[in-house]
């Protein structure tokens, strides 16, 4: 399971607070290649772990340097192939970071009180760091293990080889159709905010007020309005199409571009810089407001939709067309689970977690078959909607198999190839890197022997 990184990082700072208000003796204690390990950054990763149960393999004072000069192997080859972050994904994981932060602790003054005194910006370029490396490092070790082609063959023979009783365990699987139904916006309400954006375009152009400040005052972007409404560098895969074809249209600076209306609400666009297919934008974006009574009568239309359906009038694959959700729509309403990281791999099958949030409960309560009564919840792009689900298929927790986990096995079974190539790669990398550890660091029992040269 994904550990929820929010959380994770909230423990590791309040980790790292407390210890550097203890006087420890710091030093270096490794060097591999450039790059140096401090006694202070394995005492650091000790008291996170302590604080997250995470369970050591073996002396964490052997464990944890290990694991921090694989992570430095990592960077360092990253330099050598010019691997970088994506900035703009950076910029979006601390803002969100901060504003968690920050809605936790009370204000940004305590914030900052609570990191001994350190200012905001120095915090976020801080966590921003970390980011960097921490995306450095898994566009590193995707690249070294490159894609896996396994043949159905493959994975049969893995099933057929491993001793049941080490046979993974599956959690509870669900399939779930969906039809959604988006209240409406009033044409005034849509007016009113065309208006405010307009407004805003007038006062930046005359000099009023920067572009900057108009994002920090007045965006709904939660992810960018705290930088001047600033992106990052993206390419047009991910922006919204709508949002592409307006960014990629400019080339003054200075030029603000029409209203753009995307899923997420209506943008002004500023051009910052473009770099090849890659562009950074600031925008001010303002979201429509839907009122309780359009979402009132969004869910009576759709309990009148499932009286219909339960009446035998329409199937509920015959509605899924008609939904607002234009990823299910197309496909009898069924939900698919798309793996972040391999953008290629996805299944109609979900952990009870992984449902949108407020669905799961809901889910829950239903029989194989089962349409839910009307509910309300967020879709991708954070819009209020109202939605009816119908429960296709529920496999209970269960001992894996070949018919009914076949892509589950596949995965473990490329997570091991994977494993077996980067392992390859570590010990080649360890020979021709420069490795010095410091005496009372190196009688270890380590994974890969070669940190120790002879």
């Known amino acids: 399971m994904k550990k929820n990184l ?19 003796i710091d030093g270096v204690i490794w060097v591999v290649g450039d790059e140096t390990i401090l006694r202070s950054d394995v005492e650091h990763q000790r008291q996170w772990m302590l604080s997250e149960n995470i369970r050591f393999e073996g002396d964490p004072y052997c464990f944890i340097p290990e694991q921090l000069a694989l992570q430095k192997l990592l960077l360092s080859q990253a330099k050598i192939d010019s691997i970088e972050a994506d900035e703009s994904l950076v910029i979006r994981y601390v803002d969100r970071w901060v504003n968690f932060m920050i809605m936790q602790i009370g204000s940004q003054e305590k914030l900052e009180e609570y990191f001994g005194g350190k200012k905001l910006n120095l915090i976020k370029e801080e966590q921003k760091k970390r980011e960097r490396e921490h995306q450095i490092q898994d566009l590193m070790r995707n690249k070294i293990v490159g894609d896996i082609k396994l043949r159905p063959s493959d994975v049969t023979k893995y099933f057929n080889q491993i001793s049941k009783d080490s046979l993974p365990m599956i959690p509870t699987m669900v399939e779930v159709a969906v039809v959604m139904m988006e209240p409406l916006i009033p044409i005034e309400d849509i007016d009113a905010i065309k208006s405010r954006l307009r407004t805003y375009t007038e006062q930046i152009n005359n000099g009023e007020m920067t572009f900057e400040y108009a994002a920090i005052r007045y965006s709904d972007d939660k992810g960018t309005y705290m930088h001047g409404g600033q992106t990052g560098f993206m390419s047009k895969i991910s922006m919204a199409p ?37 562009i950074n934008t600031r925008h001010v974006l303002l979201r429509p407001q839907v009122s309780e009574q359009e979402v009132n009568k969004a869910i009576t239309r759709l309990d009148s939709v499932r009286s219909d359906i339960l009446a035998g009038k329409f199937t509920f694959e015959e509605i899924a067309i008609y939904s607002s ?13 798309k ?30 078959g089962e349409i839910s009564k ?14 009816i689900a119908k429960l296709k298929a529920r496999v209970p927790v269960h001992q894996a198999n070949l018919q009914d986990d076949f892509l589950e096995l596949k995965t473990i079974v490329e997570n091991q190839k994977k494993e077996e190539i980067f392992n390859e790669w570590i010990v080649n990398k360890q020979k021709s890197t420069f490795i010095r550890i410091s005496d009372g660091w190196c009688d270890c029992d380590f994974k890969y022997p070669g940190w120790i040269k002879k």
Do not use: C, W
Not at 257 to 263: A, G, K, L, M, Y
Not at 374 to 387: E, G, I, L, T
């Open 6 to 24: 929010v959380i994770v990082m909230i423990s590791l700072f309040a980790t790292l607070t407390a210890i550097a208000q203890k006087n420890m």
């Open 242 to 278: 709508e949002y592409a074809t307006a960014a990629f249209a400019l080339n003054d600076n200075k030029r603000i571009s029409n209203i753009v209306q995307t899923e997420y609400g209506y943008h002004i666009i500023q051009l910052i810089e473009k770099r090849g297919d890659r």
């Open 325 to 337: 959700d234009k990823d299910t729509r197309n496909n009898n309403g069924l939900m698919v689970n």
């Open 339 to 368: 793996d972040e990281e391999s953008k290629n791999f996805s299944t109609p099958k979900f952990e009870m977690q992984e449902l949108p949030q407020g669905m799961g409960v809901i889910i829950d309560n239903l029989e194989v």
């Open 374 to 387: 009307p509910f309300r919840m967020k879709n991708a792009a954070q819009n209020d909607v109202v939605v």
